[in-house]
T-cell receptor
């Protein structure tokens, strides 16, 4: 499975933008970039995913480098509720999903200061 | 919509006992997964299933078994529990890729298991 590298922790202030980086230098052409987050004492929840183009949804934006070897999750205005561990994961869609696992790394612990 | 339901929410189990953690989804997703989460080790995949009738081993399958008799249910069984299986267990489901388009996964709220 292709691996991702994220900083262990990051800190932000409330109502400021947050840019969470992820490196995935061995990404393959059929790997989608997924982001999940895990709030304290909860199961992980989906945030966003993309392949090549930048993506936006109600929760966040995903900026993908042109060579796809890195990406950045952008929270436009952090709130206290955004404090969580954020995971960057690659999902391989080739073979009809025969290798469609979701392999988690350590993620980035985001602290949001009031 | 219930999504994914895990039961029990928490359990204290004597070592050597057999235990089945239940996971049910109502989204008709083909793929289902079991993870364990331990402090400092993150989420590790135990077993997965891409469709009813098939299962596969993840990163840490030893001591666990699964079955997938139908689309909705994916129980995880500990045949003879040991203290090292004390952990928080998460079940997840996901549609398989739609053509070449990826899909999102949904997670349950977890089962906190303590083996003593």
């Amino acid at each position: 499975d292709a691996k991702t590298t994220q900083p262990n922790s990051m800190e932000s202030n409330e109502e400021e933008p947050v840019h969470l980086p992820c490196n995935h230098s061995t990404i393959s052409g059929t790997d989608y970039i997924h982001w999940y987050r895990q709030l304290p004492s909860q199961g992980p929840e989906y945030v966003i995913h993309g392949l090549t183009s930048n993506v936006n949804n109600r929760m966040a934006s995903l900026a993908i480098a042109e060579d796809r070897k890195s990406s950045t999750l952008i929270l436009h205005r952090a709130t206290l509720r955004d404090a969580a561990v954020y995971y960057c994961i690659l999902r391989d869609v080739s073979g009809g999903g025969s290798n469609y696992k979701l392999t988690f790394g350590k993620g980035t612990l985001l602290t949001v200061n009031p | 919509i219930a999504g994914i339901t895990q039961a029990p929410t928490s359990q204290i189990l004597a070592a050597g006992r057999r235990m089945t953690l239940r996971c049910t989804q109502d989204m008709r997703h083909n793929a289902m997964y079991w993870y364990r989460q331990d402090l400092g080790l993150g989420l590790r995949l135990i077993h997965y299933s891409n469709t009813a009738g098939t299962t596969g081993k993840g990163e840490v399958p030893d001591g666990y078994s699964v079955s997938r008799a139908n689309t909705d249910d994916f129980p995880l069984t500990l045949a003879s529990a040991v203290p090292s299986q004390t952990s928080v267990y998460f079940c997840a489901s996901s549609p398989l890729p739609r053509g070449q388009a990826s899909t999102e996964a949904f997670f349950g709220q977890g089962t906190r298991l303590t083996v003593v």
